[in-house]
């Protein structure tokens, strides 16, 4: 199957800093990429979708100011977290859906990453 | 109203035991279905898609009711591999709506 691949895996960063996640898709070429965020017991909670060389669409309530979401090519997304404050201390996980088909709206999950902001 | 509904759980069955969780959508022109498995601290995996017509895959069946728009998953045999978060996902009528259901766990118990 896809693999999406995502770095950091974790990060631990001071209040205030900016953090950026990179996420890859490794044999395929992504058209759509999405960012969740996943609180502990909570469900995925979608916060963008963002589709190569055009800006991301954010959900209600997703600062787009302080979540920068950049899709330049057709293998890799990055979403920025600006000024990280502890709340946003969350497990962000990517996803890529790509091909035509039947398998497009397949959407293909990386690892995630764990933010800790302290 | 929720786009997609799930009850939350958690169910805890023995092994060996069948279960079955519901997923109820609201929108009546989605188009696709699919149930992802989610392990603790993991990302979601694609289990299995929903058709129209119902499927299988080995002790795993899922099935399609548009009528009263839901969807199911059964598991047959449990396993205590199966413990894990189980999501319902629904495709809204543009193709780009993800909906995700907010997981129902499972637990199998020896």
């Known amino acids: 199957g896809a693999v999406v691949s995502q770095h950091p895996s974790r990060v631990i960063c001071k209040s205030g800093t900016s953090v950026k996640i990179e996420c890859r898709s490794l044999?395929?070429?992504?058209?759509?990429m999405f960012w969740y965020r996943q609180f502990p017991k909570q469900s995925l909670m979608l916060m963008a979708t963002?589709?190569?060389?055009?800006?991301?669409?954010?959900e209600q309530g997703v600062e787009k100011d302080k979540f920068l979401i950049n899709h330049a090519s057709l293998t890799l997304s990055t979403l920025t977290v600006t000024s990280a404050h502890p709340e946003d201390s969350s497990f962000y996980i990517c996803?890529?859906?790509?091909?035509?088909?039947?398998?497009?709206?397949?959407?293909?999950f990386g690892p995630g990453t764990r933010l800790t902001v302290t | 109203r929720k786009e997609v509904e799930q009850d939350p759980g958690p169910f805890n069955v023995p092994e060996g035991a069948t279960v079955a969780f519901n997923c109820t959508y609201s929108?009546?022109?989605?188009?696709?279905f699919f149930w992802y498995r989610q392990d603790c601290r993991k990302e979601p995996k694609l289990l299995m898609s929903?058709?129209?017509s119902g499927n299988e895959d080995g002790r795993f069946t899922a099935q399609l009711n548009r009528a009263s728009q839901y969807i199911s998953l059964l598991i047959r045999d449990s396993k205590l591999s199966d413990s894990a978060t189980y999501l319902c996902v629904v495709i809204g009528n543009t193709g780009n709506q993800f909906y995700f259901g907010t997981g129902t766990s499972l637990t199998v118990i020896p």
């Open positions: 929108n009546s022109a989605s188009q696709s």
């Open positions: 996803s890529a859906r790509g091909g035509t088909g039947g398998l497009s709206y397949e959407q293909y």
């Open positions: 929903v058709y129209s």
């Open positions: 963002s589709n190569e060389g055009s800006k991301a669409t954010y």
């Open positions: 044999d395929f070429q992504a058209t759509t």
